[in-house]
């Protein structure tokens, strides 16, 4: 028989672990209040499964809200340390959550279950349990049902899982997992701030609609920015793909990439097709989303491609910066009116009328003040890519620790 032991254990630590169902190791499950919720009155929380972060799995504290309920009579519902929630119905079924005294006072809500951790087990190597592959089969297997999906808490009694025999050696794997969600934590936090103040930039650095002048703006720069229309600024170009480029130069004007040679299978006729799309040209991309309401200009700032014969390519006609530019014409708060008038609706995506998108006015600096805006949103952007994979690294790191520490 196979040694019950993960691929990864600390050292000091020899002896098989042993199986064990969340029935072993609870107390007890409980169901939440059935209760609607009230305006947060500073103290008593109320927690949903809307209110657990998919990601991080903690309590989010936007939209905090407390029980309609007479407190004195609700206090089995308080959580405390050592417990755990999980949904037990819809689309979150699963999702889990550890009460941390740092939480505060928080009630428990009814499309919630909380297992009640006995004292001899460890709450965080119980809870981190739930974050693994096994725990996700087995979510997916139990929570069939003909309508939607549920499990309630005999069924989550029912999970099995491999616990070491020593308290230690499960506060060790329980702690060094804490830790890095807590440096996972702090990472995303710094990247939401990094993330919030490129926003911030996107609205003040350049005028608002109506404006002549930005509402932030760098020292050593005074007077309006002058209005031109974009048919001053660009001109539509016709330029066809003559094989200069090959399969390889394909460009994704969604994301911005050249794409894989292996995904394409054209021939030299359809090659010909192609528009040549080069750098400092801008396409228009008329898919809407929640972030474009009428599709969006992007600039190609990662070098000379081609790109389907869908996307209507303009090219700059006078001396411009690049990256000036691949955040103005990007720039939903500027661009947003402007394509509105200048688009009509189809079924699947909205298409340009050219010529009436040249006859627009748009307001921009001069070349030297177009190279510290650009500069310094490029700086910016570069530093949210490398906080990015970090937090990509740090995350994929947990995703190791989750595979080798558990069995």
């Given at each position: 028989m196979?040694k ?8 000091g630590?020899?002896d098989?672990w042993e199986?064990h169902?969340?029935?072993d ?9 059935n209760?609607?919720?009230?305006p947060?009155?500073g103290v008593?929380?109320?927690?949903r499964i809307?209110d657990?972060?998919?990601?991080s799995?903690?309590?989010i504290?936007?939209?905090l809200?407390s029980?309609n309920v007479k407190l004195e ?5 308080l959580?405390?340390?050592g417990?755990?929630l999980?949904?037990r119905?819809?689309?979150?079924v699963?999702k889990?959550?550890l009460?941390?005294k740092?939480d505060?006072?928080v009630f ?19 809870f ?5 592959e096994?725990?996700?089969n087995?979510?997916q297997i139990?929570?069939?049902?003909s309508g939607?999906?549920?499990i309630?808490?005999k069924?989550y009694?029912?999970?099995?899982l491999?616990?070491?025999?020593e308290?230690?050696e499960?506060?060790?794997v ?5 830790k890095?969600d807590?440096?996972i934590?702090?990472?995303q936090?710094k990247?939401?701030?990094y993330e919030?103040?490129k926003?911030?930039l996107?609205q003040?650095?350049f ?6 002048i930005?509402?932030v703006?760098?020292?050593d720069f005074s007077?309006?920015?002058e209005?031109?229309k ?10 066809k ?11 994704s004007?969604?994301n911005?990439y050249y794409?894989?040679?292996?995904s394409?299978?054209?021939t ?5 097709t192609?528009?040549?799309f080069r750098e ?17 200009f992007?600039?190609?700032d ?8 869908v996307f209507?390519?303009f090219r700059p006609?006078e ?6 530019w691949k955040y ?8 947003g009116?402007?394509?509105r008038?200048?688009t ?8 340009l009328v050219?010529?009436?998108f ?5 307001r921009?600096?001069n070349?030297t ?5 650009g500069?310094f949103?490029k700086?910016l952007d ?13 995350e994929?790191i947990?995703r190791?620790y ?6």
């Amino acid at each position: 028989m196979d040694k019950r032991v993960p691929e990864v254990r600390f050292k000091g630590f020899t002896d098989d672990w042993e199986q064990h169902s969340l029935n072993d190791m609870a107390k007890s499950f409980m169901y939440g209040l059935n209760a609607s919720s009230i305006p947060y009155d500073g103290v008593n929380k109320y927690l949903r499964i809307t209110d657990i972060d998919d990601n991080s799995h903690k309590l989010i504290i936007d939209n905090l809200m407390s029980p309609n309920v007479k407190l004195e009579d609700s206090q089995d519902y308080l959580l405390k340390q050592g417990d755990i929630l999980f949904a037990r119905t819809g689309a979150s079924v699963g999702k889990t959550y550890l009460y941390k005294k740092s939480d505060g006072i928080v009630f428990f809500a009814g499309f919630l279950i909380r297992m009640r951790t006995k004292e001899v087990y460890n709450e965080q190597f119980v809870f981190q349990n739930t974050l693994t592959e096994k725990y996700n089969n087995f979510v997916q297997i139990t929570s069939q049902r003909s309508g939607q999906p549920g499990i309630n808490a005999k069924e989550y009694s029912q999970f099995h899982l491999y616990a070491p025999t020593e308290m230690n050696e499960q506060n060790k794997v329980g702690s060094i997992t804490e830790k890095l969600d807590l440096l996972i934590g702090l990472y995303q936090k710094k990247l939401n701030l990094y993330e919030s103040l490129k926003k911030y930039l996107l609205q003040n650095l350049f005028p608002s609609d109506g404006e002549k002048i930005p509402n932030v703006r760098f020292a050593d720069f005074s007077g309006d920015w002058e209005q031109h229309k974009f048919s001053e600024l660009y001109e539509k170009t016709t330029e066809k793909n003559d094989l200069s480029f090959s399969s390889s130069k394909i460009i994704s004007v969604a994301n911005m990439y050249y794409k894989s040679e292996q995904s394409i299978n054209s021939t030299d006729k359809y090659m010909k097709t192609y528009n040549v799309f080069r750098e400092g040209d801008i396409a228009y991309e008329g898919h809407k989303n929640k972030n474009f309401s009428y599709g969006r200009f992007v600039e190609n700032d990662i070098g000379n491609g081609i790109v389907s014969h869908v996307f209507d390519v303009f090219r700059p006609k006078e001396n411009y910066d690049l990256y000036f530019w691949k955040y103005l014409i990007n720039n939903e708060n500027i661009m947003g009116n402007i394509l509105r008038r200048v688009t009509t609706k189809a079924t699947m995506m909205n298409n340009l009328v050219s010529r009436d998108f040249l006859k627009q006015k748009i307001r921009t600096s001069n070349y030297t003040e177009q190279k510290k805006v650009g500069t310094f949103l490029k700086k910016l952007d570069d530093l949210i890519n490398i906080q990015r994979d970090r937090l990509a690294f740090l995350e994929e790191i947990k995703r190791y620790y989750l595979q080798k520490l558990f069995i």
